[in-house]
């Protein structure tokens, strides 16, 4: 069963930039599809970017496109989001998760989730 394990999360204040990390174990993480999404409080979780498992095909919500970025490194079993230009409407806690194969972009298609990490931006 693979895990996941988010980092990268803090207080930022509206303009600036982080980039958050996703760590996965096992051995067969570059089969997967890796989605991120965020949860504000008192909201549904929403969809914000995936990648594919090979990584050239890659998806964004409206709401990021053009500011954020998700990339991965199969060598090291990582998926990161770089978020540029943030927003205070981006905060929230963000998940990464994993699905076999095709990518998606609703919550019910991965079978595997981290923990989250929280983003806070000040405006």
């Known amino acids: 069963q693979m895990q996941l394990v988010e980092s990268g999360g803090g207080l930022v204040q509206a303009g600036d930039s982080l980039r958050l990390s996703c760590a996965a174990s096992g051995r067969t993480f570059s089969s997967y599809a890796m989605g991120w999404f965020r949860q504000a409080a008192g909201k549904e979780r929403e969809f914000v970017a995936a990648i594919g498992w090979i990584g050239g095909v890659?998806?964004?919500?409206?709401?990021?496109?053009?500011?954020?970025?998700?990339?991965?490194?199969?060598?090291?079993?990582?998926?990161?989001?770089?978020?540029?230009?943030?927003?205070?409407?981006?905060?929230?806690?963000?998940?990464?998760?994993?699905?076999?194969?095709?990518?998606?972009?609703?919550?019910?298609?991965?079978?595997?989730?981290?923990?989250?990490?929280?983003?806070?931006?000040?405006?």
Not at 61 to 66: L, Y
Not at 101 to 119: C, F, K, N, S
């Open 58 to 123: 890659t998806v964004y919500a409206d709401s990021v496109k053009g500011r954020f970025t998700i990339s991965r490194d199969n060598a090291k079993n990582t998926v990161y989001l770089q978020m540029n230009s943030l927003k205070f409407e981006d905060t929230a806690v963000y998940y990464c998760a994993a699905r076999r194969m095709r990518l998606a972009t609703t919550p019910h298609e991965y079978d595997t989730w981290g923990q989250g990490t929280q983003v806070t931006v000040s405006a």
